[in-house]
């Protein structure tokens, strides 16, 4: 939990890890692309040194090129994803942000329209998770912030954000949950 959690005055970022099977699974998206993409310069290199003719290879280069864009993607995407949720005290500004690589897609929430800190579980026998959720009134929705698998973990980071921020935090672990 170290790393979940930084204050810097009265700015909390507060960053949620990429499970280490996304990581793992973006690594045969990313060798089967690479494989693909050096058969094409492989291709272009016989094509553009004399030992063939584009013409001949242009569709296969075409749909190599094609499928070794479209899995390598996907894995780009897994092996780069970051979120992180940024919470201004000064400024009373929310902003969940989620990265890809070089893109980022941002959301931008008002503080003020969260009210209390709150410790869930996911009603899970096998394998409880304890989500740590900032919340609002009824028809806000609200931003889980990050989830543990020990219920002490996710107290003590409900505590800590809301000792900084001036909310209370709630543990409804063991609840039934509302309708809506």
């Excluded at 280069?61 to 897994?78: E, K």
């Excluded at 989830?147 to 909310?167: C, H, P, W, Y």
Aim: hydrophobic fraction near 45%.
């Amino acid at each position: 939990m170290a790393g979940a959690m930084t204050v810097d005055g009265g700015i909390v970022r507060i960053d949620r890890p990429m499970p280490w099977v996304g990581r793992l699974l973006s690594l045969p998206l990313l060798a089967a692309s690479g494989y693909l993409l050096w058969n094409v310069a492989l291709g272009l290199r016989q094509d553009f040194f004399g030992f063939g003719r584009l013409a001949d290879d242009l569709v296969p280069v075409l749909v190599f090129t094609g499928f070794g864009l479209l899995v390598g993607i996907p894995g780009l995407i897994l092996l780069t994803f970051r979120y992180f949720v940024v919470l201004n005290e000064t400024l009373r500004q929310i902003v969940i942000t989620r990265q890809f690589g070089p893109l980022n897609i941002r959301s931008s929430r008002n503080l003020a329209d969260y009210h209390f800190i709150s410790v869930i579980d996911d009603y899970d026998t096998d394998l409880t998770t304890y989500d740590v959720n900032l919340c609002g009134n009824k028809g806000i929705e609200p931003i889980t912030l990050q989830s543990f698998t020990r219920r002490e973990e996710a107290d003590q980071l409900a505590s800590e954000i809301g000792r900084v921020l001036k909310l209370p935090a709630r543990d409804y672990v063991g609840t039934e949950p509302d309708a809506d």
